[in-house]
């Protein structure tokens, strides 16, 4: 019977996979959005550093770990209306793991007294690694991968734009550039890299000075699979409290929750339900978010 229910998960983790992105997954993507849109570094008077977690399909053998750490900010000088910043991303499943190093740069422009737009640009450096130590092909005569690590190295360019304003926002991105090729040891067929796509944009709606609510809409493309659409909503109090919800297709419904202390530390965690077959094979999703923003730049 165990055996049974390992097969059909198994199939599940597999059919989830084939509509997968090769881009890391993000419930709370309007809290870190340079991992999406380069074009974010400089549309803030201060420079932050961003920490996330998540920890994919809990309970289940070698689920899907996710670790981004972000650093962006605006140029020093008024003069000159330019951001830089930088991310490490990793995501892990079972024996395949990526590793992402890019360095962002982006240039906003003033089209009138409340809305500016950013274009930016990120580079870097992209890994792809198989452990074949913890691959173990029972019942085959010929192990594929054997007992070696095989890794392949490849650049990576990110492009975007982005429209803001003191509250609302618009951007629109486009991930893996450059379609590489990935061959990680000679018996694999070749793997490229797609191009992926994000159209993202929120609103903040005051409804006193106390309270607020922040309706957020994020939409993935990549081919040949569908679109895949997130709708979010928090309500926000004072700024320093958050609760709220979210949808995305064809995968889960989750709980939003956070802090922000004294304007400088915040606080995000949530919590995915999933609504697909995969769903009885384990505990639901974690996503932790830190965050440290610096003093304001005069």
Not at 28 to 36: R, T
Not at 58 to 71: C, R
Not at 176 to 195: D, V
């Amino acid at each position: 019977m165990i055996r049974i229910q390992f097969i059909i998960a198994g199939f599940c983790l597999c059919s989830a996979s084939l509509l997968a992105q090769q881009t890391p997954m993000y419930t709370q993507y309007m809290l870190n959005p340079l991992v999406i849109n380069p074009a974010v570094a400089g549309t803030n008077n201060y420079y932050q550093i961003r920490l996330n977690n998540r920890f994919q399909w809990a309970g289940f053998t070698d689920a899907p770990i996710t670790n981004g750490l972000s650093v962006y900010g605006p140029h020093a000088s008024k003069k000159l209306d330019m951001g830089y910043g930088g991310y490490v991303l990793s995501d892990i499943t079972g024996p395949t793991s990526t590793l992402n190093v890019s360095g962002c740069y982006a240039y906003n422009i003033a089209i009138n007294d409340e809305i500016r737009m950013s274009m930016g640009l990120s580079l870097g450096m992209l890994q792809r690694k198989t452990e074949g130590t913890q691959i173990k092909m029972r019942d085959l005569l010929d192990n594929t991968l054997g007992d070696q690590t095989y890794a392949a190295y490849v650049p990576d360019g990110n492009v975007g734009i982005y429209v803001y304003s003191s509250s609302f926002n618009f951007g629109f991105s486009a991930m893996q550039l450059f379609n590489n090729k990935i061959k990680l040891e000679e018996k694999n067929s070749l793997n490229r890299l797609k191009t992926h796509f994000f159209l993202t944009g929120s609103y903040k709606y005051f409804i006193n000075r106390e309270f607020a609510i922040e309706p957020s809409l994020i939409i993935k493309a990549v081919s040949p699979v569908p679109l895949q659409v997130d709708i979010s909503a928090r309500a926000i109090y004072k700024n320093m409290v958050w609760a709220g919800f979210s949808f995305r297709t064809g995968d889960a419904v989750s709980i939003l929750l956070g802090y922000n202390h004294d304007n400088k530390f915040s606080f995000g965690y949530s919590y995915d339900i999933g609504i697909t077959a995969i769903r009885k094979y384990n505990y639901g999703s974690h996503e932790l978010m830190v965050s440290y923003r610096f003093n304001t730049l005069k």
